[in-house]
């Protein structure tokens, strides 16, 4: 079968690849083509177009991309529409995808199509749950989600959360020596996350540094252009004993604690038992439209589904040097209340074998709309 994949930044990329890998071993045989970058081509992906500089923090900078953005889902629609592939599959990016699917309907275009973590997980919109419900099959990762669509009468499957059995919980590691340890320091991978974390974090990275001389610190990277923006940052702050690695696992793999963007970033801690502290700044400009959109009191992934702070939340100005060095500085000291924690998060997921649940349900989405065109 063939199946086009849209997403629009990296953590939708990291999905849809974890999923394509996961319907190969169901349909050997499968053609990947879609919206991504470097790591979908270097995974087997045709690429159609590439989303690099796609992602945006808020409204006021997504209008400058509104152009080329709807020229691409245009284009894309019309090009979805003469290659018929058997499945469709949106990866988040919830806007752009929306309307593509949109568009794909009122060409006439009857094939599935399918909405990997679909929008408003935690907003409870009911308009938008019957907009996405009216042109995809939904497919959520959270249990909330999937009652709240139900409620409303609205067609969506639920499997779990499909990134659970991509990263193994380590055993609980002791606390590393009161003058030492090693932190990942994970900005985020937007070029809007990059400009207002990287400051804060090399400022709590020297904070905590004075404190344990022997610290270590590793950066994790989404790509080559955040790379070379965290070279630049580290060269301009002097950070010493520092290094980068390429994205969010390979910085994870040694840390004893972990600075972490509120975003996909902190899941992937979690489920791999990091002690962590979420950090995550905005314009003062957006701060009225967050608390608009916003109304739980927690925005990390963790503390949503558990209903409670397991991660502490240094949002704004309480991301300060002081803040963020003492709430990580604690954590490793004594990992083990959050370690636990994880642990009851990863099992409020859903069952490990989520993604190949989902991936089974792709391809009979494919194959089902593959018999029909027959």
């Known amino acids: 079968m063939k199946y086009f994949v849209s997403t629009g930044e990296p953590s939708g990329e990291a999905s849809a690849i974890a999923l394509a890998q996961a319907i190969r071993a169901n349909d050997p045989e499968a053609e990947f083509e879609g919206i991504g970058s470097t790591a979908m081509r270097a995974h087997g992906f045709t690429l159609w177009r590439d989303h690099t500089g796609w992602a945006s923090m808020g409204p006021a900078a997504a209008i400058p991309r509104i152009p080329k953005l709807l020229d691409a889902m245009l284009r894309t629609a019309a090009h979805i529409v003469v290659s018929k592939p058997d499945l469709v599959v949106l990866v988040d990016f919830g806007v752009f995808n929306l309307r593509l699917a949109n568009q794909l309907r009122r060409l006439r275009y009857e094939g599935p199509i399918l909405d990997l973590f679909p929008p408003g997980a935690w907003l409870d919109d009911e308009k938008k749950a019957r907009q996405v419900s009216a042109v995809c099959v939904p497919v959520t990762a959270f249990a909330h989600q999937y009652d709240f669509y139900r409620s409303l009468g609205c067609r969506i499957e639920f499997f779990g959360h499909p990134l659970t059995s991509r990263y193994a919980m380590r055993p609980l590691r002791p ?38 001389p022997g610290l270590r610190g590793v950066f994790g990277a989404a790509d080559s252009r955040a790379m070379q923006t965290i070279e630049a940052a580290i060269a301009r702050e002097r950070l010493s004993n520092v290094e980068i690695a390429p994205g969010v696992t390979a910085a994870l793999e040694n840390a004893d604690g972990a600075w972490v963007a509120s975003g996909t970033a902190v899941l992937e801690t979690a489920l791999i038992g990091v002690p962590a502290v979420a950090i995550y700044v905005i314009p003062p400009a957006l701060i ?19 209903g409670r702070e397991v991660v502490p939340e240094l949002l704004q100005e309480r991301a300060s040097p002081e803040g963020l060095a003492t709430a990580l500085g604690a954590l490793m000291n004594d990992p083990s209340q959050q370690y636990e924690d994880f642990l009851e998060f990863r099992k409020a997921l859903g069952p490990p074998d989520a993604l190949e649940r989902c991936a089974r349900y792709a391809v009979e989405l494919a194959r089902a709309s593959d018999s029909r065109r027959r």
């Open 175 to 212: 606390a590393p020596p009161a003058d030492g340890g090693v932190v990942a320091l994970l900005p985020g991978s937007r070029g809007g996350e990059l400009r207002r974390h990287l400051p804060a974090l090399a400022a709590a990275y020297r904070t905590l540094q004075a404190r344990r």
């Open 288 to 306: 009225w439209y967050g608390r608009r959109m916003v109304k739980h009191r927690f925005i990390t992934l963790p503390n949503l589904v558990l």
